[in-house]
């Protein structure tokens, strides 16, 4: 690896390296290079009391090219219980992607010990798979974010559709020199919900999800998250993503998108 990070602060700046392009546009970042960008701009905004973000949603307005560019947060809404952060990337004069966080405040002491909730199928743990991947984006994919996330399917396979479960960790820092943070690694990992779930052939079909959503139950534990994910698509070329995401303790949040669907011919 060239870079040992998906990104580097010069100054006031961020810097993109080569490990937040995406796989579509060599001179576009990865939405999970986006929605982690974004991620960091919400937690460096003060809270009232102490919070946690319980529901993030990230809009890709435009082409976020591969390039310095400037982060600006407003606080929309702020209060003891709830509030609410806008953060967005400007190329120059130019909007280019917005996410919208919602914090929730902390501490209630709740004794959940008495009460039933959902029960959830846990994934099988990292590394108990002994089949082979059938698609790698690490291999399969031109170099860029993927490279440096560990993918690790337990079930299913890669573009097989559901029931698609696959453990992801970053394998360098999301900023050269930070310790990645639980919310940050959670955003920017979230995002391959649509392509993990995916069924269409990668050499036949682009799929590009414009948002993305997440309601988070907790911040996780652990490094890695699996992503439990599931794909529909119609025939006019819209889909819809949703995945279970879990930390190594369990379910820590939900998340869904939106596909864009073409076929490489007409892309």
Same mark, same amino acid.
């Given at each position: 690896m060239g870079d040992d990070a998906i990104f580097y602060q010069d100054g006031d700046a961020v810097i993109p390296t080569i490990y937040a392009q995406g796989p579509w546009d060599a001179g576009a970042q990865h939405g999970g290079a986006v929605a982690g960008l974004l991620a960091r701009a919400v937690e460096q905004v003060p809270t009232p009391v102490p919070m946690r973000v319980a529901r993030f949603t990230l809009d890709m307005l435009r082409r976020v090219p591969v390039k310095p560019?400037?982060?600006?947060?407003?606080?929309? &809404? =702020?209060?003891?219980?709830?509030?609410?952060?806008?953060?967005?990337l400007h190329d120059g004069d130019l909007l280019v992607a917005s996410?919208?966080?919602?914090?929730? &405040? =902390?501490g209630a002491g709740i004794d959940m010990a008495p009460y039933r909730q959902p029960e959830v199928l846990l994934p099988p743990p990292p590394g108990?798979?002994?089949?082979?991947?059938s698609f790698n984006p690490r291999a399969d994919m031109p170099e860029g974010f993927p490279h440096v996330v560990e993918f690790d399917r337990?079930?299913?396979?890669?573009?097989g559709g559901s029931p698609s479960k696959t453990w992801v960790r970053f394998l360098v820092p999301f900023v050269r020199g930070e310790e990645t943070s639980p919310l940050v690694r959670l955003m920017a990992l979230s995002d391959f919900t649509s392509g993990l779930g995916a069924f269409l052939p990668y050499d036949q079909f682009v799929s590009i999800n414009p948002d993305l959503t997440i309601h988070v139950l907790r911040y996780p534990t652990s490094e890695r998250i699996c992503v439990d994910a599931e794909t529909w698509v119609d025939a006019d070329g819209i889909g819809q993503s949703k995945a279970r995401l879990f930390d190594e303790d369990?379910?820590?949040?939900?998340?869904?998108?939106?596909?864009?669907?073409?076929?490489r011919a007409r892309y």
């Amino acid at each position: 690896m060239g870079d040992d990070a998906i990104f580097y602060q010069d100054g006031d700046a961020v810097i993109p390296t080569i490990y937040a392009q995406g796989p579509w546009d060599a001179g576009a970042q990865h939405g999970g290079a986006v929605a982690g960008l974004l991620a960091r701009a919400v937690e460096q905004v003060p809270t009232p009391v102490p919070m946690r973000v319980a529901r993030f949603t990230l809009d890709m307005l435009r082409r976020v090219p591969v390039k310095p560019l400037a982060i600006s947060t407003e606080v929309l &809404r =702020t209060g003891k219980r709830i509030q609410t952060v806008r953060a967005e990337l400007h190329d120059g004069d130019l909007l280019v992607a917005s996410a919208v966080a919602m914090s929730v &405040r =902390t501490g209630a002491g709740i004794d959940m010990a008495p009460y039933r909730q959902p029960e959830v199928l846990l994934p099988p743990p990292p590394g108990s798979s002994d089949q082979p991947l059938s698609f790698n984006p690490r291999a399969d994919m031109p170099e860029g974010f993927p490279h440096v996330v560990e993918f690790d399917r337990v079930v299913g396979s890669f573009r097989g559709g559901s029931p698609s479960k696959t453990w992801v960790r970053f394998l360098v820092p999301f900023v050269r020199g930070e310790e990645t943070s639980p919310l940050v690694r959670l955003m920017a990992l979230s995002d391959f919900t649509s392509g993990l779930g995916a069924f269409l052939p990668y050499d036949q079909f682009v799929s590009i999800n414009p948002d993305l959503t997440i309601h988070v139950l907790r911040y996780p534990t652990s490094e890695r998250i699996c992503v439990d994910a599931e794909t529909w698509v119609d025939a006019d070329g819209i889909g819809q993503s949703k995945a279970r995401l879990f930390d190594e303790d369990g379910l820590c949040a939900l998340s869904n998108a939106s596909i864009f669907v073409e076929t490489r011919a007409r892309y």
